[in-house]
């Protein structure tokens, strides 16, 4: 649905899942890249205050890319990715991702993995004369009995007017992600004292748990000062159909952070880490009342980056500093222990570093690489971290560009490594999830191509999820050119959205 002046606009065509290009030089950078005063949806903001949304996205189902799948398989780019999965059923699995060219979210649904089916979540009435608005920043959950919760901001913004406010949303689906008949929008700022970034969902799921059940969202309140700053977290004890919410970091400080991320702990604790890219540290605090009170941040590791690096492999977007974290909630001799990744530097590139805390987060162990150490220059980034809650395996999912033989470190591929319960080592070599490269950078003048820059490229964060031995990693891939949906524009790479099993 398009609102006010943006249903015509340059004399443009608007179909059903079709892509209509106004003067597109293929390689070129429409977003201007990000800074820590800029949300982390700014590119997203400038694509549509300029071109206005284009296509519905009902889309042709996945199709297989090698052994790969591509969930997506739709018109338009797809970039930041998330992934759950069903404890009640873990055949069941949920995703999403942000869409560049539309409005709404995205959300997907499969059973085992192999085919997906896409769906829009809803969006709340934009405000003003003229006034659009769009959703970002996926993330899902499943609780104990089936219920899937999908969190996103909502961003509203009006014809020239600038960005008018957000809001939290979390959309409740009881047939794992087929629809969202539900949503509960909560945290309404109008941009003067903050902006609502970066949200992330969890649920206690732990049977011992006295807040079994529980849904959590953790976010950053971007630019924010002393009052209205700072990482937020809400709480819901009745199904996500309201909300509470408290500061997590310190409530007298100014807000400098981004990338919150909730998990819990095998009897119910609360955890929220992020960075603090003021003083370069990622942190973490807990909660041991469900969210109600929080104790004092504790620091995990220094890093050196700060709030973003660029990297060659994506062309204007800059690699964010985020951690993702979770706790082994098995049976395994490792019960309770907390684990964090995030990305800093390792001389002149980026790499992926974990931690662990053994005593409810109080103490960190020293930083450690985990991806192979290969003696040339590669780059990591956008991993996710995901526990197995069933045999207690740590696994890991990142962005990689030890395939790019030209040495200019353009082309990406998903890898994955893991500790296993029953080791103290991480798997090397490392598993190539994806089964061809990337190119988020340019084209070299080559057309088709691989490559592609609609200012978002892969996004913020790949997801994760791992259950009973198998891992799904779900990402951004930009190397299946020809899209198979009804009515798309043929060799033209397009950012879509892929998933894989990994044993």
């Keep these: 649905m398009l609102e006010g ?22 390689g070129a950078a429409i977003g201007s890249g990000q800074s820590s005063n800029q949300p982390r ?17 009902l889309c042709g189902p996945s199709v297989a890319a090698g052994a790969n799948t591509d969930a997506s398989n739709e018109c338009g780019p797809q970039s930041e990715t998330y992934i759950a999965i069903d404890p009640s059923s873990p055949t069941r699995l949920a995703g999403g991702s942000n869409e560049i060219f539309r409005l709404p979210m995205r959300g997907y649904a499969s059973t085992g993995g192999a085919t997906w089916i896409g769906v829009d979540l809803p969006l709340p009435p934009a405000q ?22 999908y969190s996103y901001i909502v961003v509203f913004f009006g014809n020239g007017n600038g960005v008018n406010g957000t809001e939290m949303a979390v959309a409740r689906s009881g ?45 950053d309140a971007a630019s924010g000062g002393s009052s209205g700053g700072g990482i937020r977290v809400a709480r819901s004890s009745d199904h996500g159909q309201t909300f ?13 952070a981004i990338g919150a991320v909730p998990f819990t702990g095998p009897n119910g604790e609360l955890y929220v880490a992020w960075n603090d890219y003021k003083a ?19 620091t995990i590791a220094s890093q050196h980056i700060g709030f973003d690096i660029a990297i060659p492999a994506q062309f204007s977007r800059r690699a964010l500093v985020y951690p993702a974290c979770d706790a082994d909630r098995s049976a395994s001799a490792r019960r309770g222990t907390l684990f964090c ?51 207690g395996d740590v696994n890991v999912s990142f962005y990689d560009t030890r395939n790019d033989t030209t040495g200019s470190r353009y082309m990406a591929d998903i890898y994955f490594t893991k500790l296993p319960a029953s080791a103290s080592t991480w798997l090397t070599p490392n598993v190539r999830v994806s089964t061809q490269s990337s190119n988020e ?63």
């Design 175 to 219: 047939d794992g992600g087929h629809t969202y008949p539900a949503v509960t929008y909560f945290s309404a700022s109008t941009g003067s004292d903050h902006f609502n970034d970066k949200p992330m969902i969890t649920t206690d799921t732990n049977p011992a748990s006295p807040f079994r059940d529980h849904v959590y969202v953790s976010w």
């Design 341 to 391: 990744s995030w990305m800093d530097l390792n001389g002149s590139t980026t790499d992926i570093y974990v931690s662990s805390s053994t005593d409810q987060g109080s103490t960190w162990s020293a930083p450690m690489l985990i991806a192979d150490q290969l003696g040339v220059p590669v780059d990591r980034f956008n991993h996710w971290l995901a526990v197995d809650p069933i045999n």
């Design 280 to 298: 370069s540290s990622i942190m973490i605090n807990k909660s041991l009342d469900g969210g109600a009170t929080w104790g004092t941040p504790v």
């Design 244 to 256: 509470n919410t408290v500061r997590a970091d310190n409530p007298s400080g100014p807000g400098r």
């Design 41 to 57: 949806w700014w590119s997203k903001y400038e694509y549509l205050s300029k071109h206005g949304p284009s296509g519905n996205g």
């Design 128 to 149: 003003g004369a003229n006034g659009m608005r769009f959703g970002s920043d996926p993330s899902l959950a499943f609780d104990s009995g089936g219920n899937l919760f």
């Design 441 to 503: 950078h340019d084209c070299a003048g080559v057309y088709p191509c691989t490559a592609i820059d609609y200012g978002n490229q892969y996004g913020d964060y790949a997801g994760l999820a791992s259950y009973g031995g198998v891992s799904y990693p779900f990402w951004t891939d930009s190397s299946h050119n020809t899209i198979n949906a009804p009515g798309c524009r043929t060799n033209l790479a397009m950012e879509e959205v892929f998933s894989a099993p990994v044993n």
């Design 5 to 26: 002046s943006f249903a015509v606009f340059l004399g443009m065509r608007w179909q059903p899942c079709s892509i209509l290009f106004v003067a597109v030089v293929v």
